[in-house]
């Protein structure tokens, strides 16, 4: 089960989570074909922005307020989509991980919106998405040890693992994950909207990755 606190829907009564889960997927390193793709769509995105403007961005611009209302700076601490993004507009090609991963980031770039992919066999109980305190911390992706205090995240029964700043290793997805849940973050869209992007993501995802769809939902 996956829930927002009182705090959540208090201080961002707009906040929406996209939620799929996915069952028997084969994670593997991606494809020669959907590589050439994704670089070609690095390309494209290089074409369409230029680092001045991502903020006009709408969800962009959407996340970044979340994140002031929540008590994280945006221009310190920027959420994962428009750091993506950032990163290749500076010119840098994003380096591949794995045929799951990859995916997540081609879908956070096309949309504008954080995403996250998370192990489901190291999830613990049930998931509270919230605003971090001075207690929640955790080894991030990125190699850095991640305070969350004043931060959106994700806490399960062992403590905080995700959000849409940056995941932690603890529940990040391996050529060993068989099950995962894919989490999309996003303030200001309608439930409709967010949920045909959940459904478009998931049905792309299972065309690179196998397995199968058990569930998509929007979370309010």
């Keep these: 089960m996956i829930t927002l606190s009182a705090q959540i829907q208090s201080m ?3 906040f929406r989570l996209g939620a799929i889960v996915y069952q028997g997927i084969t ?3 991606s494809t020669g074909p959907f590589r050439g793709r994704f670089q070609l769509f690095q390309e494209h995105l290089r074409m ?11 969800a962009i611009q959407a996340m970044r307020e979340a994140f002031r209302r929540a008590g994280a700076s945006p221009s310190r601490y920027r959420p994962s989509a428009e750091a993506l993004l950032r990163r290749v507009l500076k010119g840098e ?7 799951a991963v990859d995916a997540n980031n081609f879908f956070s770039l096309k949309y504008c919106l954080p995403f ?3 192990d489901l066999s190291a999830i613990d109980g049930d998931i509270v998405c919230d605003i971090g305190g001075e207690k929640d911390a955790y080894q991030g992706l990125n ?17 905080a693992f995700g959000s849409p700043y940056v995941d932690s290793t603890r529940t990040g997805v391996t050529e060993q994950t068989r099950d995962c849940l894919q989490i999309i973050y996003a303030h200001e869209m309608d439930d409709d909207g967010l949920l045909t992007i959940t459904k478009q993501v998931s049905h792309w995802f299972v ?14």
């Design 48 to 58: 369409e922005h230029n680092t001045d403007t991502i903020g006009q961005i709408p």
């Design 12 to 14: 961002l009564p707009r």
């Design 116 to 118: 996250g992919i998370y």
């Design 27 to 29: 994670v593997a390193p």
């Design 207 to 220: 065309q690179l990755n196998g397995g199968d769809i058990r569930e998509t939902t929007v979370i309010r």
């Design 143 to 159: 190699g850095r040890e991640i305070r969350m205090d004043g931060k959106i995240l994700l806490r399960d029964a062992q403590g």
């Design 93 to 99: 090609n994003l380096s591949p991980v794995n045929s």
